[in-house]
T-cell receptor, first 118, second 117 residues
Framework: AQKITQTQPGMFVQEKEAVTLDCTYDTSDPSYGLFWYKQPSSGEMIFLIYQGSYDQQNATEGRYSLNFQKARKSANLVISASQLGDSAMYFCAMRDPGGDFGNEKLTFGTGTRLTIIP | NAGVTQTPKFRVLKTGQSMTLLCAQDMNHEYMYWYRQDPGMGLRLIHYSVGEGTTAKGEVPDGYNVSRLKKQNFLLGLESAAPSQTSVYFC????????????????FGPGTRLTVL
């Protein structure tokens, strides 16, 4: 079964510093996708970035980048130049290619609560 | 463009009562999902649908039923609510993996906070 592990329940980072949120995964399927979502205190789930297992380069989206190390099965989120608005819960998720219909589902980690300190 | 919407936003039920949560999406996505989020845990999949008229069980389906009568709507029903169903419920939708020129990123609604007394 697919599994996502986020080992940092909480992090405090000084504003303007870079921050790395850890995510490791476990799957026997060669084709998978990894996602990061942000959940601010208002509660909505905001998609940040996606990395496919066959992608040759690390994904980037503005200040977000994904440090994808396939052999180590890790997909860490890097936020450059952190801002106060980055304070939120961050969830790593993996697309599960299995299931009754052979279709895509997401398995989520338990999340990391990031607090940016002014 | 509203994206994914959920109604209601908040609801309090007594044990044994029933209710239906409505999810609607205007992105013409084929796939729709219902998740629940509990403290200290990530989101867990309840049921999902790969198209109109088709539904399937997720990780935690017991106590819930779903229907997808229209492509844009996905309903989650609780026939006899229990305190263990107190949670925040999220709906999401996506294109299928491999859809030409599209990604399978799931887009979420704002959530419904349900309390069962």
């Amino acid at each position: 079964a697919q599994k996502i592990t986020q080992t940092q329940p909480g992090m405090f980072v000084q504003e303007k510093e870079a921050v790395t949120l850890d995510c490791t995964y476990d799957t026997s399927d060669p084709s998978y996708g990894l996602f990061w979502y942000k959940q601010p205190s208002s509660g909505e789930m905001i998609f940040l970035i996606y990395q496919g297992s066959y992608d040759q380069q690390n994904a980037t989206e503005g200040r977000y980048s994904l440090n994808f190390q396939k052999a180590r099965k890790s997909a860490n989120l890097v936020i450059s130049a952190s801002q106060l608005g980055d304070s939120a819960m961050y969830f790593c998720a993996m697309r599960d290619p299995g299931g009754d219909f052979g279709n895509e589902k997401l398995t989520f980690g338990t999340g990391t609560r990031l607090t940016i300190i002014p | 463009n509203a994206g994914v919407t959920q109604t209601p936003k908040f609801r309090v039920l007594k044990t044994g009562q029933s209710m239906t949560l409505l999810c609607a999406q205007d992105m013409n996505h084929e796939y729709m999902y219902w998740y629940r989020q509990d403290p200290g845990m990530g989101l867990r999949l309840i049921h999902y649908s790969v198209g109109e008229g088709t539904t399937a069980k997720g990780e935690v389906p017991d106590g819930y039923n779903v229907s997808r009568l229209k492509k844009q709507n996905f309903l989650l029903g609780l026939e006899s609510a229990a305190p263990s169903q107190t949670s925040v419920y999220f709906c999401a939708s996506s294109y299928p993996l491999g859809s030409s020129g599209r990604t399978d990123t799931q887009y979420f609604g704002p959530g419904t906070r349900l309390t069962v007394l």
